[in-house]
């Protein structure tokens, strides 16, 4: 639980994180303008970071599963599971 609000406190662009094991968590952030209009396959967020994205929330609308053709919009929230290392770089990025 500490460790969930630590990182809450240090990364304003993060909603919620949940730690799975020691190294890896899911995490809940907010797209920022740098990846609006961008489908996942434009920002090929697997390949530059190591994670994977679980699911896209756009206002009602949640999209679990999104595919590479799915288009991110400033203030859609990914559900990004992954590496906490690589969590981070992409948090710091996007």
Known sequence: MGLRVAHNL?????????ELAEEYSIVE?????????????DLDIRARFGVNVMA?????????????DDMIHEGDILV???????????????
């Open 10 to 18: 240090v990364s304003p662009n993060v909603l919620d994180f949940v």
């Open 29 to 41: 952030v907010i797209a920022s303008e740098k990846l609006e209009g961008k489908t996942l396959s």
């Open 56 to 68: 896209i929330k756009s206002g009602t609308h949640f999209n679990i599963a999104p595919s590479a």
């Open 80 to 94: 990004v599971i992954g590496h906490n290392n690589d969590l981070k770089r992409f948090e710091e990025k996007s």
